[in-house]
């Protein structure tokens, strides 16, 4: 089963940057859209940002202008490079890839934990 691994999480300063990385682990074909989505304690896991294959993107409201999406179909690698990070950023950030039969693969979720 394909499974998605996350790296770059980690502890930063409000107002500091980081950039989520994400790769499937074993070769996969027909992925469409790919994703992020982050859930912080108590909270219902919320999509951050999404980018389809073609490069169209969409973002939630509360990370436009600071968060930006990219993707390298070549090697099916989704990243999220986060500026300007808030306290309210605080949450495990989960990478998600939807093939072309609509199924969903999830990672396993890397931590972000920004400081006030």
């Known amino acids: 089963q394909v499974q998605l691994v996350e790296s770059g999480g980690g502890l930063v300063q409000a107002g500091g940057s980081l950039r989520l990385s994400c790769a499937p682990s074993t070769n996969v074909l027909g992925l469409t859209s790919m994703g992020w989505h982050r859930q912080a304690p108590g909270k219902q896991r919320e999509l951050v940002a999404d980018i389809t294959r073609g490069g169209n993107t969409n973002y939630a409201d509360s990370v436009k202008g600071r968060f930006t999406i990219s993707r390298d179909n070549a090697n099916n690698r989704v990243y999220l490079q986060m500026n300007s990070l808030k306290p309210e950023d605080t949450a495990v950030y989960y990478c998600?890839?939807?093939?072309?039969?609509?199924?969903?693969?999830w990672g396993q979720g890397t931590q972000v934990t920004v400081s006030s």
């Open positions: 998600k890839a939807v093939n072309i039969r609509l199924n969903d693969y």
